[in-house]
């Protein structure tokens, strides 16, 4: 599986931004699809999951109420809607599938993993 995850950028605080990452190489609907952040010497942390059929998801506390994470499965795309951004949301942000139809809130749970998008939102 390829994910190209795309749609990072530099936004002031209280902005928004949607990230997208499209998937290749094997059949989408079979792959549960999570997003996760590392800011720079920090650990990279879950931020938000949905499952294969996109009926369930899950939200980091930090990110929940502002951050929407959904599917298309006829584009092959998993998308991430931030708003009211603030400065901690600063990071790089990947995009990762679980071959199963349920979501892992943790990263060895995922078997593939993108390239990483880069957000800075600035105070």
């Known amino acids: 599986v390829q994910l190209q995850a795309y749609g990072g950028g530099l936004v002031q605080a209280g902005g928004s931004l949607r990230l997208s990452c499209a998937a290749s190489g094997r059949t989408f609907v079979t792959l549960a699809m999570g997003w996760f952040r590392q800011a720079p010497g920090k650990e990279r942390e879950f931020v938000a999951a949905i499952s294969r059929s996109g009926g369930s998801t899950s939200y980091a506390d930090s990110v929940k109420g502002r951050f929407t994470i959904s599917r298309d499965n006829a584009k092959n795309t998993v998308y991430l809607q931030m708003n009211s951004l603030k400065p901690e949301d600063t990071a790089v942000y990947y995009c990762?599938?679980?071959?199963?139809?349920?979501?892992?809130?943790?990263?060895?749970?995922?078997?593939?993993w993108g390239q990483g998008t880069q957000v800075t939102v600035s105070s």
């Open positions: 990762a599938a679980r071959a199963s139809p349920t979501y892992y809130t943790v990263s060895y749970g995922y078997d593939y």
